[in-house]
């Protein structure tokens, strides 16, 4: 059949023998931007127009990720046929190409991506392939510029905004992301990403009811969208729960019901499943409260031994490596970090360099789990920020765990006055969060004369007291006096009047 100039949805010119192969690459644009199941239709357009350059090297980005043997067949394809192509298709086959060659240096790729949007700006699939690699690297605030450089061709398109979104998001930058997002929930309501990330900015107000009543009313839309973002969405509600002092059965229902339950559809993505399983459990592991879900864990983590779901992502690594370790399969983790360790062997010496952080991390679980608080305390270190270890490609709600982690190990290793200080640190940063107000209570019951009497106090003051929580409930007013006679200061006063409930508090003190 005789090739001539078709368009695709930005507008740009592509050879192309077949309407149905143009439909096909669009098909697979907006599965992308959607974060859709079916991003397997790109493979339809080389069957449609087997000579397509754009066809091709589209279908082998796709395939470089779930089935690697056969990328090559299609680069083969797409280079063969490049003096046929247009200019759009030659810029997006260099930059395609060089993003899935080995031993890639990502600065580069990304830059390959700036000039591509530069002569393309309508390409949005390209701008979400930036969107990852930005990720990958934890730099957001190239990726803010790359977005802004294109916002202005692309105002009214559906994910644009949800894509700025996230790196204000990663950058501090709330009021902005929340507005971003509500303005990519305006233009299409399904726009998953924008949920998500509005969601980010509620919980990160400790606004959690309001996140909870937001992501339950977006819910019906999730379902169309991949293993990953569907159970992320659901993992965000079930944080929201846990944070917002929710009985432990509404995080139940959320793992059994949206998480686990996801892996019994036949297009689901297991390891993308397990990612947001995983970093539910060590969660609930910070908390004191991963005994309830015992069995789901060991059930989960008899599905990890299996190496098919090993190396396809550093923070599901480092989180299998902590699951394997928490249930005893002890050699399993062991040998996974050994893994990490040679592939990290194999990397150019700038990779090596940049990923050396995430074998710290994933050592310093392997010991967490085992007990071995003093030693993962050691390779954490004396002054570590979670924030410097995303290169692992975990956003900053991801990450923070690890924050909470340490603070744990700085409890369990005797060095209260320093968790104490780092504690309220972070409440200057999310002054309504529970869970980090129950530390400072836990750390002050600790420090106060490690007398009996202020444990007792503590806990009597406690048990007077109704619930407070987020989701509702009273509170009584606290014996203050009693409570500044045993030295407690300003700040730690506050805690009395913030925290949950008397169950939970009792445990922690």
């Not at 449609?48 to 066809?55: A, E, F, Q, S, W």
């Not at 305006?186 to 726009?191: A, H, M, P, R, V």
């Not at 686990?260 to 297991?270: C, H, Q």
């Not at 765990?401 to 972070?426: D, H, M, P, Y």
């Amino acid at each position: 059949m005789e090739k001539i100039v078709r368009c695709v949805r930005w507008g740009y010119e592509v050879n192309a023998s077949s309407d149905d192969c143009i439909n096909a690459i669009d098909s697979y644009f907006h599965q992308v931007l959607s974060y859709g199941r079916n991003m397997k239709v790109i493979l339809e357009a080389p069957i449609h127009d087997k000579n397509c350059v754009l066809g091709n090297i589209l279908a082998a980005h796709y395939l470089s990720s779930c089935d690697p043997s056969k990328v090559n067949l299609y680069v083969e394809a797409a280079t063969s046929n490049l003096e046929h192509s247009t200019p759009y298709e030659k810029a997006v086959f260099e930059t395609v190409t060089y993003l899935i060659s080995e031993d890639r240096d990502d600065d580069l790729a990304f830059e390959m991506h700036i000039e591509l949007l530069k002569r393309f700006p309508k390409e949005l699939v390209a701008l979400k392939r930036a969107q990852v690699l930005s990720f990958q690297m934890a730099k957001p605030v190239p990726f803010l510029d790359l977005v802004q450089q294109v916002l202005l061709e692309n105002q009214n398109e559906s994910y644009i905004h949800g894509m700025l979104a996230f790196p204000l998001l990663e950058l501090g930058r709330m009021e902005e992301a929340a507005a971003a997002s509500r303005k990519g929930c305006g233009i299409n309501k399904e726009d998953a990403l924008a949920h998500h990330c509005l969601c980010h900015v509620l919980q990160h107000k400790c606004q959690f009811k309001e996140a909870v009543d937001f992501m339950e009313e977006m819910a019906e839309y999730w379902p169309s969208c991949t293993s990953f973002l569907y159970t992320h969405n659901w993992w965000h509600v079930a944080l929201c729960y846990l944070e917002g002092g929710s009985p432990m059965s509404r995080v139940e229902e959320i793992y059994d019901n949206h998480i686990w339950k996801e892996l019994e559809k036949e297009d689901a993505i297991p390891p993308e499943v397990y990612l947001n399983a995983l970093g539910l459990f060590l969660r609930l592991e910070v908390r004191d409260v991963l005994d309830g879900f015992k069995d789901r864990l060991e059930l989960l983590a008899a599905r990890l031994t299996d190496q098919a779901n090993w190396y396809l992502d550093w923070q599901l690594d480092i989180l299998i490596v902590w699951a394997l370790a928490k249930v005893g399969e002890t050699p399993r983790a062991h040998e996974l970090l050994e893994g990490l360790k040679f592939r990290l062997s194999k990397m150019n010496k700038k990779k090596q360099q940049v990923m050396q952080k995430g074998i710290q991390l994933g050592e310093a679980v392997y010991e967490y789990a085992k007990g071995n608080y003093k030693q993962a305390l050691h390779l954490l270190g004396s002054d570590f920020n979670a924030i410097d270890y995303k290169i692992i490609a975990a956003s900053d709600e991801q990450i923070d765990v690890f924050n909470e982690v340490w603070c744990q190990l700085l409890l369990k290793t005797g060095q209260s006055s320093t968790a104490k200080e780092v504690i309220r640190k972070r409440i200057k940063v999310r002054e309504g969060s529970p869970f980090t107000w129950r530390l400072l209570v836990n750390t002050i019951c600790i420090l106060q004369v490690g007398s009996h009497w202020v444990l007792f106090m503590c806990q009597w003051v406690l048990v007077m007291r109704k619930p407070c929580r987020a989701f509702g409930g009273r509170r009584r007013a606290m014996p203050w006096k009693v409570m500044q006679r045993l030295g407690v200061q300003d700040i730690e006063l506050k805690c009395w009047n913030l925290l949950i409930s008397k169950e939970d508090l009792i445990q922690s003190c």
